[in-house]
T-cell receptor, first 112, second 116 residues
Framework: SQQGEEDPQALSIQEGENATMNCSYK?????LQWYRQNSGRGLVHLIL?????REKHSGRLRVTLDTSKKSSSLLITASRAADTASYFC????????????FGQGTELSVKP | NAGVMQNPRHLVRRRGQEARLRCSPM?????VYWYRQLPEEGLKFMVY????????ESGMPKERFSAEFPKEGPSILRIQQVVRGDSAAYFC??????????????FGSGTRLTVV
């Protein structure tokens, strides 16, 4: 299976703390994307990192990519209660027509 | 730009009935992807369509499921003779012709299908 795996499955932290989620995948990729899903809602694209990039920032988000280990991490700094959601990594593969393969997700709970 | 529009938001069907899920991509987007999400799981790819063409249906169940994206109108995901196991959230995403797969997708809010 090409599907990625994420850990932890669930993460509970206090407001103001940092949250780190990890994603691993199995084959060569074109890019890796992170999405957020609030309960009962659709997915919102957060950030994309290409296979030739190692790190990317967007506001309080920092994503790293290690293609040698086939892994990525998403760091949310100074978390807020509004960051409570499920976070999914998704990989896009060469010659796969742009379809995404999603991980199982990390459920983040930020307590005020 | 209204984004990706899916309807209905919620759909209840009895076993054996047909379910029709609709997706209108973002303006200017000619690629549509359908995904299914079972409770407590990530999204699973089902099918990728361009206008009047099915490009990749490797994730579609072999029976009862079909999809289309006509020249005019929304993309339709059709499930015939629904069973309880079809209960899930179905999401549609769209992307423009260029940089397909090279930028983040815009997802609709999904259709939650419940089979009773």
């Amino acid at each position: 299976s090409q599907q990625g795996e994420e850990d932890p499955q669930a993460l509970s932290i206090q407001e103001g703390e940092n949250a780190t989620m990890n994603c691993s995948y199995k084959t060569s990729i074109n890019n890796l994307q992170w999405y957020r899903q609030n309960s009962g809602r659709g997915l919102v694209h957060l950030i994309l990192i290409r296979s030739n990039e190692r790190e990317k920032h967007s506001g309080r988000l920092r994503v790293t990519l290690d293609t040698s280990k086939k892994s990525s991490s998403l760091l949310i700094t100074a978390s807020r209660a509004a960051d409570t959601a499920s976070y999914f990594c998704a990989t896009a593969f060469y010659n796969q027509g742009g379809k995404l393969i999603f991980g199982q997700g990390t459920e983040l709970s930020v307590k005020p | 730009n209204a984004g990706v529009m899916q309807n209905p938001r919620h759909l209840v069907r009895r076993r054996g009935q047909e379910a029709r899920l609709r997706c209108s991509p973002m303006k200017g987007h000619s690629h549509v992807y359908w995904y299914r999400q079972l409770p407590e799981e990530g999204l699973k790819f089902m099918v990728y369509l361009q206008k009047e063409n099915i490009i990749d249906e490797s994730g579609m169940p072999k029976e009862r499921f079909s999809a289309e994206f006509p020249k005019e109108g929304p993309s339709i995901l059709r499930i015939q003779q629904v069973v309880r196991g079809d209960s899930a959230a179905y999401f549609c995403a769209s992307s423009p012709l260029i940089e397909q797969g090279a930028s983040g997708y815009t997802f609709g809010s999904g259709t939650r299908l419940t089979v009773v």
